[in-house]
């Protein structure tokens, strides 16, 4: 039992935050979210210069092979910061996904340019079926003398209209699952952009007969290769919605000692300190979950795996969704404006409880798994 | 950052259920997991001579007193195991809250008469806090001891006094000095409970147990070498006790214990075809607990570890008091939920119905007694968020 981080893993946290203190304030990431493209390129590669999107990519493929660990404190910065970029979908989820299924010549011809920063890829895999079964995969890869041919719609994938490559998950006619790597200007890929409700750039992906190359299949078979890469994802995710929760609570607790009414600080009244108190231990057994979900994301069982992350995921959308309601509720009328942060991050963390499954998905998945032990 | 006991804990945890499983008696262990109470104090008492004679009798002592001298992880393995192995619980009174107090306040002489009695379960302690007029607001409490000489003479009433109709000796807080803040007049005295005058009247309790008693105190003596340092110095000390010994707070092993006892109740309950435990709806509670309980098993460990380091509890363990008493009333609750008009028999003896109804009354107390839950919350809001 060891809750101590490596001096490493502590400079990767302390860099980041550093690097928000400094350059992504809240003004700043106003603008970055008011323009044209939703995201900031000039930040993009100033995290490439720290070597942030090489986090988790392994030192063998030219990366610095942090691991969940790193990953996760990174992702606790980039989830105190709100980040538009698409840390999460390239540097963690995408790169991961190649990591782990791509073959060497794939990891050689794209890891090196992910990492630099130069090429963006994010995971096109969530469909309308996909809702109650993360396998349940529409979209068709039909093989032919001339390559794969494409043809599926995914919905609102975060990020898309950033990327360069697209990681579709496809069914090929032998019913196998399969994840092929799609750069976003093939013909025949349409994105239909959208911001999502936590203000991030997403797009609908469509392909219809998009045609790409026979060796852009990562790997093989991808049922089980790909629920480890969501999980992976998932770990991080939760890493993030973290540094979220931290925050919005911190901001809760200095607005009830600086607002005054009936003559005292609200922060003074017990109804709202026992709220607040509520507050904060929602917030610590997040952490905890945080912790959980991060040691577990790699476990070679899938099934300790599965049921740790969806403990984490369930538990930490509860969490969410408490510290969330509860500090708009105490700021008051300012919670409601876009002026402060805390609307910001009430919306990052509503989009927290949506994504990749809902909390009443993860507890069913818990739920299910349980027995007598 | 490693969830998971080292090796050398993992070895440890594993000796810890060897001895449990060779040395705990049966009978002992069938009380226990059936809630029976009837033979309460001698199944304490045995059980600590056995943790004695195997020189575990005092978990969180120094090995100069006759301690283990274990480490704060091993404590919480050791309490959790027991609890998982339907041990009973050491009596806190004597072993955990008085003897920190007698080691760190206590003359030497103090220390040669009690520590080894407590050790060797020779005597039976318990504890005179709360007064009628003195709950959440302990500090405000009036049994009066007036100097005679070598003599308090004290006067005055306790309420909420756990088993202390087995004790053999009381540590008591007691008002020396009612001038100026309540705080400042308040003396530690260590009693011994056959001095003529002291009346213990059970109160019957709402599962029809006597667990706790009103202590009448009309004129008792108590020579003044039985007070714990300075006089007017005792709340200093009843503070040093209060943040003592709190590794075992949250109660994870005992909601672990409930809950797998939960899960074999729902798997044996028949519904639709299939059992309770596959039952959505009920099975989403269960589900929901376990989840909890799970988080709150990492965050007591976090707790212990940030301790190890700084060597001091924090106002953390109000959090693991909290949702450690939140989540084993839930499992409480769901065992009476799941047992249904089943748990209507209260009376019965000895089966799984009445035991579960019974100890969902029982356990209102969690969130009551150490300080309540909402006590919890002010020194949350207090202490930690700085309110």
């Known amino acids: 039992m060891d809750f101590s981080f490596t001096d490493e893993q502590q400079m990767l946290l302390d860099t980041t935050r550093r690097f928000i203190a400094e350059r992504y304030d809240f003004e700043f990431r106003k603008r970055v979210r008011d323009s044209h493209d939703g995201w900031s390129r000039e930040t993009w590669t100033q995290l490439a210069d720290l070597g942030l999107l090489a986090l988790t990519i392994p030192e063998q493929d030219g990366g610095i092979g942090a691991g969940p660990v790193g990953a996760m404190l990174v992702c606790n910065a980039i989830g105190e910061g709100m980040l538009l970029e698409p840390f999460l979908s390239s540097a963690i989820v995408a790169s991961q996904a190649i990591v782990d299924m791509g073959s060497q010549q794939q990891r050689e011809q794209w890891l090196p340019q992910l990492a630099a920063g130069e ?8 469909e309308s079926s996909t809702r109650n079964d ?38 090929t006619e032998d019913d196998e699952l399969g994840l092929f790597v799609v750069p976003a200007d093939t013909a025949g890929v349409r994105l239909i952009p959208c911001v999502t ?73 017990q109804a709202l300190q026992h709220r607040m108190a509520e507050m904060l231990m929602y917030l610590e057994q997040a952490r905890s979950m945080s912790y959980l979900a991060t040691s577990h994301c790699t476990n070679s069982d899938p099934l300790e795996r599965r049921a740790a992350l969806s403990a984490a995921k369930a538990l930490m959308g509860q969490a969410a969704r408490f510290i969330g309601q509860q500090a708009v509720q105490l700021h008051g009328g300012m919670g409601m404006t876009d002026e402060l942060n805390v609307s910001h991050y009430f919306k990052r963390l509503l989009a927290f409880e949506l994504r990749c499954g809902t909390t009443d998905q993860h507890l069913e998945n818990y739920r299910k798994q349980l027995a007598v032990v | 950052m490693d969830l998971d006991f080292n090796i050398d804990e993992q070895a440890f945890r594993d000796e810890v259920r060897k001895f449990l499983a060779a040395e705990l008696p049966d009978d002992i262990r069938d009380r226990m997991h059936r809630g029976d109470h009837s033979h309460i104090r001698t199944d304490i008492q045995q059980w600590q001579k056995i943790l004695h004679a195997k020189g ?33 619980a050491q009596l806190a009174f004597g072993v955990k809250m008085v003897a920190p107090v007698i080691m760190r306040f206590g003359t030497p002489e103090q220390q040669q008469t009690f520590l080894p009695r407590i050790l060797a379960a020779d005597d039976w302690w318990c504890q005179g806090y709360s007064e009628p007029g003195s709950g959440s607001d302990l500090a405000s409490l009036k049994m009066k001891a007036e100097r005679d000489g070598d003599e308090y003479v004290l006067n005055g009433q306790k309420v909420w006094n756990t088993l202390g109709q ?76 209060l943040g003592h010994e709190r590794t075992n707070i949250a109660g994870i092993g005992a909601s672990k214990r409930e809950l797998r006892r939960l899960k074999q109740m729902a798997a044996s309950q028949p519904k639709d075809g299939v059992t309770m435990l596959q039952d959505p709806v009920f099975a989403t509670r269960i589900a929901q607990v376990e989840m909890e309980l799970r988080a709150l098993e990492i965050t007591n460990m976090r707790v212990i570890f940030a301790e190890a380091k ?36 209260h009376g019965g003896d000895g089966d799984e119905a009445a035991r579960s109804a019974k100890a969902y009354l029982n356990l209102r107390k969690l969130s009551i007694f150490g300080g309540s839950n909402e006590i919890q919350r002010n020194i949350i809001a207090h202490m930690i968020l700085g309110l």
């Open chain 1, 134 to 171: 993360p396998l349940n995969i529409q979209t068709s890869a039909v093989m032919d003398a001339n390559g794969w041919l494409l043809n599926g719609r995914k919905s609102a994938v975060y990020h898309a209209p950033a990327a360069n490559l697209l990681l579709v998950s496809a069914r």
């Open chain 1, 197 to 269: 409700v936590d203000e991030q750039r997403a797009a609908v992906a469509v392909f219809e007969d998009v045609r790409i190359d026979a060796g852009a299949r990562l790997g093989g078979r991808a049922d089980e290769a790909l629920l480890a890469v969501l999980d992976y994802g998932l770990a991080a995710l939760c890493a993030e919605a973290f540094g979220a929760m931290e925050k919005i609570l911190a901001a809760t607790i200095e607005y009830s000692r600086a607002r005054v009414q009936f003559g005292a600080p609200i922060g003074s009244f």
């Open chain 2, 56 to 88: 575990w009798g005092a978990p969180a002592w120094p090995v100069a007193f006759g301690g283990t001298g274990w480490s704060k992880t091993q404590q919480y393995i050791f309490e959790n195991e027991c609890a998982l192995a339907d041990a009973p």
């Open chain 1, 119 to 126: 090429l963006i890829a994010v995971l096109a895999h969530d």
């Open chain 2, 166 to 241: 087995y004790a053999d000796w009381i540590f008591c807080l007691v008002r020396t000095d009612a001038t100026g803040k309540p705080q400042k007049g308040i003396s530690f005295l260590l009693i011994d409970m056959k001095t003529p005058g002291i009346t213990v009247r059970p109160t019957r309790l709402l599962d029809g147990t006597f667990e706790v008693n009103e202590i009448w105190f009309d004129n008792v003596r108590v020579p003044v070498t039985n007070r714990i340092g300075e006089e007017n110095q005792g709340w200093t000390y009843a503070k040093f006790l």
């Open chain 2, 310 to 345: 700084k060597q001091a509890p924090g106002p953390e363990a109000s959090m693991l008091k909290i949702r450690g008493t939140e989540i084993l009333q839930r499992i409480s609750e769901l065992q009476v939920d799941l047992l249904g008009a089943d748990a209507l028999a």
